[in-house]
């Protein structure tokens, strides 16, 4: 469990980017943190493993104060970050030098996943391209096993089919004693990924709503018309009609669109607070 | 689980290290030890024999000690770079003492048997290149000899490795890219700096003053005979102290303390 208890940060002691923000994240959820560019994604992440210390408030990770980066800690957590280092070594020495440092690390799942991703090489890491290093250091993250798994911008750089594989490998590595946790803005590459959305920004937390709860408290649907504007959290004209985000007063079904989800979020987070408040 | 230090954690970390990054880590080592040879080569052959063994020892310990130390914690000159290697699950303590392994033990004791090698080597070929009969040859043979390892030169050059080599390990975890220029920017100024202000101080407090070094010593100028000032042999000693251990031991520390708290 992750639990952030009135995190202040900044990186100018003058201009705070976060200020007082409490979460908490649980085991066993696939975690996609949304927010704008500039928002403070990476930041948070940084924070959570570690590499960046809250000005103000705690963190705690499974028990763990990352300030610290105990290597107890870092065994259990991992960062992929969105640009990746990869050095020049073969897969079989890289999995040789750094597979040892996590004890729950596992070869032949590596294996797996490198072929699930579909990278192959007997050349020397860094003469993969950005894409394939990308999917080779998300396939060993993976295959760390690490209690905590963190993303960020994990589709930066990846093709559209490698995008679905990579949904398809993160749903399939999901298990109830591990949390991931995905910070992007590119909101399409997390459909029927997540369980839990999390949304940031101007460093408040807007939202941290199961996709469930999400879809019980909001509608999402294509009118001709809008009819009452003051009930629409959010619209926008397309080919097929105009789709909209009310509030779902009458239980109605409808499928969550992370896209309209983080504008009517972000557009209108007094109402959303409400709304999911009540 | 020992969060501090772990035998096969640290034997792991320094595998790692050590082969993570072969051909930066190699090629430095054999460019500093490159640098050494035809350093001394060139001097030999242009100035004299005393000169290569000063100009190349200082070269090859302080010169190529500072690059190592400042590629031992090179990794943030990048962001993944950065994070993969203070993410990494060893020790604060672990991570600064492969630096230090690697700068103060390992690339010091190459250094030294290849600077000794090469130096026997050419002493060596000087003495068989000498006549035996010649009216000179014992003054000849003696004059060049081994560089003397417990002599003023390879002293002072310990203590510049030390205190700069701990600089470039601080610096490095301060200044992100491009760390080696900077620290040896300020490193400079420092110098210089004081260099400056001892001898303002000493041109307010004692006439003819020609020159003054940095911390220890002045220069005076009497008629036509030069002199020199130097500080009492009780100060010297702490001086000396204070920059043979002290600031190194400081530097080498604060290299931990800084790894601590870096943020990346």
Same mark, same amino acid.
């Given at each position: ?111 797996? &996943? ?8 007997? *050349? ?28 960020? *911008? ?30 992007? &803005? ?60 009310? *509030? ?10 992370? *896209? &309209? ?18 | ?26 090629? $430095? ?155 040896? $920017? ?9 260099? $400056? ?44 102290? $204070? ?22």
């Amino acid at each position: 469990m992750i639990q952030i208890d009135n995190l202040s940060f900044g990186y100018n002691s003058k201009k705070l980017l976060y200020k007082n923000l409490s979460l908490q994240l649980e085991t066993g959820r696939i975690y996609g943190l949304l927010g704008k560019n500039g928002a403070g994604k990476s930041t948070l992440l940084k924070n959570m493993i570690g590499l960046l210390f809250p000005t103000l408030g705690t963190v705690n990770v499974n028990g763990f104060t990352p300030k610290k980066r105990l290597p107890s800690f870092l065994q259990t957590i991992y960062l992929i970050p969105e640009e990746v280092y990869v050095p020049s070594l073969t897969i079989d020495k890289y999995i040789n030098l750094f597979g040892p440092f996590y004890p729950k690390f596992d070869k032949q799942q590596f294996i797996n &996943h490198l072929d699930q991703l579909e990278v192959k090489t007997a *050349e020397k890491l860094n003469t993969l391209s950005f894409g394939q290093q990308k999917k080779f250091v998300i396939a060993f993250g993976l295959a760390c096993n690490t209690e905590v798994l963190l993303l960020d *911008e994990p589709t930066n750089g990846l093709d559209i089919p490698s995008k679905k594989l990579f949904r398809k490998l993160i749903a399939s590595e999901m298990n109830d004693s591990r949390m991931i946790f995905i910070s992007t &803005h590119q909101i399409r590459d997390l459909d029927n990924l997540i369980d839990q959305v999390v949304i940031v920004d101007d460093g408040r937390l807007l939202l941290n709503a199961s996709v469930d709860l999400i879809g019980e408290k909001l509608v999402f649907k294509i009118v001709d018309e809008v009819l009452d504007v003051t009930e629409t959290l959010y619209a926008e004209i397309g080919m097929k009609g105009t789709a909209v985000v009310t *509030e779902n007063r009458t239980a109605e079904d409808s499928k969550v669109n992370l *896209e &309209h989800l983080f504008s009517a979020v972000t557009d209108n987070p007094v109402r959303i607070k409400q709304i999911f408040n009540s | 689980m020992n969060n501090t230090f772990s035998v096969p954690r640290f034997a792991l970390l320094l595998k790692k290290t050590l082969l993570e990054r072969p051909m930066q880590l190699v090629g $430095l080592s054999v460019l500093a030890l490159a640098v050494v040879f035809f350093s001394y080569v060139l001097v030999k052959s242009l100035v004299g024999f005393e000169e290569a063994q000063v100009i190349s020892y200082v070269l090859g310990l302080v010169g190529g000690g500072c690059f190592l130390a400042s590629f031992v914690f090179g990794y943030f000159s990048s962001n993944a770079m950065g994070s993969s290697f203070l993410t990494l699950p060893a020790s604060h303590f672990e991570k600064w003492l492969c630096a230090v392994l690697i700068t103060g033990v390992f690339y010091v004791l190459i250094f030294l048997l290849f600077f000794h090698s090469i130096d026997n080597l050419f002493v060596e070929i000087y003495h068989k290149e000498l006549d035996p009969n010649g009216a000179f040859y014992k003054q000849l043979y003696e004059q060049v000899q081994p560089f003397p390892y417990d002599g003023f030169v390879a002293k002072k050059a310990a203590t510049m490795f030390v205190n700069f080599a701990g600089a470039m390990l601080v610096g490095c975890l301060y200044f992100n890219k491009v760390s080696f220029i900077k620290v040896a $920017l300020l490193i400079a100024t420092f110098w210089f700096g004081s260099y $400056l202000i001892n001898l303002a101080i000493a041109k307010v407090m004692i006439k003819n003053v020609e020159n003054a070094m940095p911390y220890f010593l002045v220069w005076i100028q009497v008629h036509t005979s030069e002199g020199r000032i130097e500080l009492p042999a009780k100060i010297m000693d702490v001086v000396r102290i $204070l920059i043979q251990y002290i600031i190194p031991s400081m530097l080498w520390l604060l290299a931990f303390l800084r790894l601590r708290e870096k943020e990346f």
